[in-house]
């Protein structure tokens, strides 16, 4: 039988609804990030630098782009004979389709697939997080404390910890108390939904509460684990670790990457981020061009000024058009003159010229006020926006739109034009 001494399974099948239009037709793991990686290459290129070549995938919501990424996971040195990198959807079980419901029910769906390996630890991770972390020295803290399970636990500021997992621990790190998203948090440290768990005890787990329904780790097993006496640690982490779960933290997360000296460096030798990269070809500056603080990703080409953004992979930017404070992601056009203006623009979109985005007063989103908040304009994927128009502030776009669709030529702070067919 092969023998793995951990194995990690990474769970991506998040929508990601706080991320609103850019999660409507790509799962939240897959999404553009940093010009030319995505959200999933952060865990996976964690755990081969960690040295732990096994990772199965637990894929669900729009899985064709994060299947098509992965592959079978050359660019992460994960494609092995014996582990290697295995994207597991939910599939069908003697007839009746079990969609994953939970986090726990999604590890205990693949139990056949963790004994093939029949591990000695069990690494569970998310696919949504931005972060560099050596889960061999989560590792050894696990079995120096002869521990069944490892949370690794980041201390945040306390008027943020209601919003977290909080672990209560004693002099020896040792966990005595949990809170699930608690009023009156006890600790500032939060569970970042990384955890090592000993084989036998999340095996045991898993099966006795394969029938409670929508299962999770943070509400169901590491509770029943802590009600069954279990030896539960916690290894804190002060490293940078970014939830990329709103809109206005992935925005902020992208920004902090064209600080001057960022405090998450993509361009350490020693801990490289992977990802799958087309060969493309250099980025072509026009001689009228300008590029301040940005990060512009290959096969771009730039006609017009670019300030304080990041520009994926083959974007097109054109004469006279102004980007500022911006994420643009790959294969997308910005027509001449347009002026760009704190704006998510998501894959493949049509700006037209003379656009402005991001302008006017403040006023809350009609659609959803708490997603489409942070004074961002968003616009999903493939879609179009006509030449001549403006865009205020808190606005979704999703769709292919014409002028008629802009009422004196304007879509006003806190409207929205969704597309019938793309889904919010």
């Excluded at 590890?107 to 972060?131: A, F, K, R, W």
């Excluded at 940005?294 to 006609?303: A, M, T, V």
């Amino acid at each position: 039988m092969i023998k793995k001494e951990m194995i990690a399974m990474l769970l991506a099948g998040g929508q990601g609804s706080r991320l609103g239009v850019l999660t409507a037709k790509v799962a939240k793991p897959a999404v553009a990030f940093g010009g030319k990686y995505r959200i999933i290459d952060f865990p996976l290129s964690n755990c081969i630098n960690s040295g732990v070549d096994t990772v199965g995938v637990l894929t669900q919501y729009q899985p064709l782009r994060l299947n098509t990424h992965i592959g079978i996971g050359i660019p992460w040195d994960l494609d092995r004979n014996v582990g290697g990198v295995t994207v597991l959807p939910p599939y069908e079980k003697n007839g009746n389709s079990e969609w994953y419901t939970g986090t726990a029910n999604a590890i205990y769906q693949n139990l056949n697939y963790m004994e093939t390996y029949n591990p000695d630890y069990v690494l569970i991770l998310s696919g949504d997080h931005i972060y560099k972390m050596d889960y061999e020295v989560m590792l050894d803290y696990h079995k120096a404390n002869n521990a069944d399970v490892t949370i690794a636990a980041m201390p945040v500021p306390i008027e943020e910890a209601s919003r977290f997992g909080i672990v209560v621990t004693d002099e020896t790190n040792r966990i005595v108390e949990f809170e699930e998203k608690p009023a009156n948090p006890k600790s500032n440290l939060a569970s970042m939904g990384i955890y090592i768990f000993s084989w036998k005890v999340l095996r045991e787990a898993l099966i006795e509460l394969s029938e409670q329904s929508a299962c999770d780790f943070g509400k169901h097993i590491i509770p029943h684990c802590f009600n069954e006496g279990k030896r539960i640690f916690a290894y804190e982490y002060n490293g940078y670790w970014k939830d990329v779960g709103t809109l206005g933290s992935y925005w902020e997360a992208n920004m902090e990457l064209i600080d001057i000296i960022p405090i998450f460096n993509l361009y350490e030798e020693f801990w490289r981020i992977y990802t799958k990269s087309d060969t493309l070809p250099p980025q072509y500056i026009s001689p009228e061009a300008r590029i301040e603080r940005s990060i512009i990703g290959e096969g771009s080409e730039i006609y017009g000024e670019v300030i304080n953004s990041v520009i994926g992979c083959g974007v097109v930017i054109g004469k006279g058009a102004v980007v500022r404070d911006s994420i643009i992601m790959q294969g997308s056009v910005i027509g001449a003159g347009s002026k760009i203006n704190k704006t998510i623009i998501a894959e493949n979109v049509e700006i037209g010229s003379d656009v402005e985005t991001g302008i006017g007063e403040y006023a809350e989103s009609n659609l959803d006020k708490k997603v489409y908040a942070f004074d961002l304009v968003t616009i999903g994927e493939n879609s179009c926006i006509p030449s001549n128009v403006k865009i205020g502030k808190n606005v979704a776009i999703s769709g292919v739109t014409k002028t008629e669709d802009y009422p004196g030529g304007s879509l006003a702070s806190g409207e929205y034009i969704i597309k019938a067919g793309d889904i919010r």
